[in-house]
């Protein structure tokens, strides 16, 4: 049994592997006309899987769009409703600033939005400090949340943005990282609140001083279905951006990063627009797969039953397709085990292809449980033999 299960675990290791290595490599036919940024990405956000992209390993510097991963772990790890100490540290930061100061006091919320609304580098580092107890901790919390998504070309030193390196690397990531980043975003429906709000209006905890932050994101109001996003600009990133829209039953994700720099700052509006309308006019949602696989029973070697029932619990899924692209099934079962096997073992793959590229994958698990053929079960069955005989006389 142990040489037939290590056989087809490999094969399925391989094939995630595969997966992994794979998504980003589901390329769109031609380009959404010509592109300014130098690395840009069209993700399809409820299957994660890429639509087009310019670049999209690439990595780059990314700016204040490294606040929708500050954002993200705040909300995953802290009370919103928690206290903040602005630290001198914090007060220090340049531009942009809420210009908080030292000792001062505020609701972690009340930062939040200024944090994505003004994209405030003071604020991102005081919340830092309180969810993370140091920049470096925090960032700590973010590079661990990156690995967790499988953005595997990501590296975050700090919680704003800012241009910074380290005996580690570069503060950056890919228009495909980022894009994955967003999509777990857009899961939590807090991030989709704060970063929708039009404007925030709140004051420090002693109530010396009150603020107004206004939401700086053109985006929203400059395509229907726009749902969130995030600016950025440093001298090293130029203007990225990364935003998403839902419209028409699709909900996709565009990045762009290194998109000009002064005086260009409209050139990522022109090419986020691009790309979100590549995916609208190009791409319709289709159903592909197989509620339920078919399988022949397995034979089993030296079992105490001769066969044992195989099966993929797999689901139909709903896709986005332009024309020309290609679906197909592909079933790795193995014709025979070895015994003992056991219910739920997992000995084989179903895997999903769009355009050659494997899109989804399911196991091929045991549906009975098979002992081995040993000394006891054949002294039962010698006995249930000669109790069986002499019934009969």
């Given at each position: 049994m142990e040489r037939y299960v290590k056989k087809y675990v490999k094969r399925s290791l391989a094939v995630l592997l595969l997966l992994l290595c794979s998504v980003t490599a589901v390329y769109a036919e031609g380009e959404p006309g010509d592109l300014y940024a130098r690395s840009a990405v069209l993700m399809d956000a409820d299957t994660g899987r890429i639509l087009f992209e310019k670049n999209g390993g690439e990595q780059l510097p990314m700016a204040s769009t490294t606040k929708i991963m500050t954002l993200l772990v705040t909300l995953e790890n802290a009370d919103l409703e928690g206290e903040v100490a602005v630290s001198s540290y914090a007060a220090s930061m340049p531009d942009v600033q809420l210009n908080i100061r030292e000792g001062?006091?505020?609701?972690?919320?009340?930062?939040?939005?200024?944090?994505?609304?003004?994209?405030?580098n003071d604020t991102a580092v005081a919340i830092a400090e309180h969810v993370g107890g140091s920049v470096e901790g925090f960032a700590s919390m973010m590079n661990q949340k990156a690995?967790?998504?499988?953005?595997?070309?990501?590296?975050?030193?700090?919680?704003?943005g800012l241009d910074a390196q380290d005996a580690n690397g570069v503060h950056s990531t890919t228009a495909a990282d980022l894009a994955k980043i967003m999509r777990c975003c857009m899961q939590n429906e807090d991030f989709l609140t704060i970063t929708r709000e039009p404007s925030w209006s709140f004051a420090d905890l002693d109530g010396t001083r009150s603020f107004t932050v206004n939401n700086k994101n053109a985006f929203l109001n400059m395509m229907e279905g726009a749902l969130t996003g995030?600016?950025?600009?440093?001298?090293?990133?130029?203007?990225?951006?990364?935003?998403a829209l839902e419209r028409d039953g699709k909900r996709l994700i565009a990045v762009v990063l290194a998109c000009g720099w002064p005086n260009h700052k409209t050139w990522k509006w022109s090419d986020t627009r691009k790309l979100m309308e590549y995916g609208l006019e190009n791409y319709h949602r289709e159903t592909v797969g197989e509620e339920e696989i078919p399988l022949e029973p397995v034979r089993i070697e030296n079992g105490q039953v001769d066969s044992v029932g195989i099966g993929a619990e797999t689901t139909i899924k709903e896709v986005l397709l332009k024309e020309g692209d290609t679906f197909r099934?592909?079933?790795?079962?193995?014709?025979?085990?070895?015994?003992?096997?056991?219910?739920?073992?997992?000995?084989?793959?179903?895997?999903?292809?769009?355009?050659?590229?494997?899109?989804?994958?399911?196991?091929?698990?045991?549906?009975?449980?098979?002992?081995?053929?040993?000394?006891?079960?054949?002294?039962?069955?010698?006995?249930?033999?000669?109790?069986s005989g002499a019934a009969g006389l």
């Open positions: 001062e006091r505020y609701r972690l919320r009340d930062l939040c939005y200024s944090l994505m609304l003004e994209s405030h690995r967790d998504l499988g953005c595997a070309h990501t590296y975050f030193i700090t919680p704003n995030k600016t950025g600009f440093t001298n090293g990133a130029g203007y990225c951006y990364v935003g099934m592909e079933i790795l079962a193995p014709d025979q085990l070895g015994a003992p096997v056991e219910e739920g073992e997992v000995v084989g793959t179903v895997i999903y292809y769009l355009n050659e590229q494997i899109f989804d994958l399911f196991p091929i698990c045991v549906q009975d449980t098979s002992l081995a053929i040993d000394y006891p079960w054949c002294l039962e069955q010698i006995i249930l033999q000669w109790l």
